[in-house]
């Protein structure tokens, strides 16, 4: 018998498909961003607690230690609010990928698995008419037309599940990964923002400050041994 096509929803689902492996990536690289990320404002609390203790130890580099503290100290305080919006991203794209598009393309399987067997027993009816002769055999096709009947019935309700819940998912999948995306961003400019006013890159200057002081010591030191 032929077979029962509907090439639009196919191509939907194939869609869908396509995005869900798509999706998988973006999650597993915001997983592995969200671990290294972790890594990096846990340095920068210590850094923070180091050069603090470094400020106590060398009073005459105490402001420039201090200076870096506090900064690190504020890094790492803008770091725990965009690690939230990280992990809250992660989060939603697990249960978008991982629960919602696995709960429709649940249902998708139920209805291709449905059409094959509303396909098997259409084909079964057609050639039953085409061979009936005899009660015995009327008895059989009208077996026939209601095991059609009730597949063609399960069938048309699955593909309609699969609509609703395909429709459902894109209205739902645009407005959730734009608000995420909104949320991370702004995190993002606020953390961009107080390193420009703060000037972060600037530490490199007391760095070399530091190195310069610590080179004239050891060099008096070598002279006066």
């Not at 079964?124 to 037309?145: C, F, N, W």
């Not at 819940?165 to 739902?172: G, S």
């Amino acid at each position: 018998g032929s077979k029962t096509v509907d090439s639009e929803l196919q191509s939907q689902i194939e869609q869908l498909r396509d995005t869900q492996r798509k999706y998988a990536n973006v999650l597993r690289l915001a997983q592995s961003l969200s671990t290294h990320f972790y890594h990096v404002v846990q340095t920068q609390h210590a850094l923070a607690e180091s050069f603090s203790d470094l400020a106590h130890k060398s009073p005459e580099l105490q402001e420039e230690f201090l200076y870096n503290s506090e900064t690190q100290r504020n890094l790492g305080k803008n770091g725990d609010t965009l690690l939230g919006a990280l992990n809250f991203f992660v989060s939603c794209l697990n249960t978008l990928c991982n629960k919602t598009v696995e709960d429709t393309l649940l249902t998708v399987k139920l209805y291709e698995n449905a059409r094959l067997e509303f396909d098997a027993y259409r084909s079964d009816m057609e050639e039953m008419i085409q061979s009936t002769r005899g009660d015995a055999a009327s008895s059989k096709l009208e077996e026939a037309k209601r095991n059609f009947s009730s597949h063609k019935e399960k069938y048309e309700k699955l593909r309609s599940d699969v609509i609703v819940k395909m429709k459902f998912l894109e209205e739902n999948k645009v407005c959730d990964s734009l608000h995420i995306y909104n949320n991370i961003r702004s995190d993002m400019i606020v953390k961009m923002k107080f390193l420009e006013e703060n000037k972060v890159y600037d530490s490199l200057n007391i760095y070399n400050n530091i190195r310069s002081d610590v080179i004239v010591k050891m060099k008096f030191l070598e002279e006066n041994k």
